[in-house]
């Protein structure tokens, strides 16, 4: 199954949930927003969020600074 994460394509199995790509990016999941076609999905909805052909992810981290 083709999806896109960050604007680059990934291959990736049928049934992977955002808490999936999550890992596998090693992003740690208090420090980022995440968004799949332009819908924001809050970090307790992660693991239910299933990912189909052609979605777009967007992974969006924090920066601190002064």
């Keep these: ?3 896109v ?3 680059k394509a990934l291959e990736t199995r049928p049934g992977v949930t955002l ?3 999550l890992a596998g ?3 740690r999941a ?4 995440t ?4 819908n924001v999905i809050p970090a307790e909805r992660r693991a239910a969020a299933v ?3 052609g979605d777009r ?3 969006l981290a924090f920066a601190g600074g002064g």
């Design 19 to 21: 808490a999936d790509i």
């Design 5 to 7: 994460v960050n604007g």
């Design 30 to 33: 208090a420090r980022v927003a």
């Design 57 to 59: 992810v967007e992974v």
């Design 35 to 38: 968004m799949i076609n332009g």
């Design 1 to 3: 199954m083709k999806i």
């Design 51 to 53: 990912l189909h052909e």
């Design 25 to 27: 990016l090693n992003a």
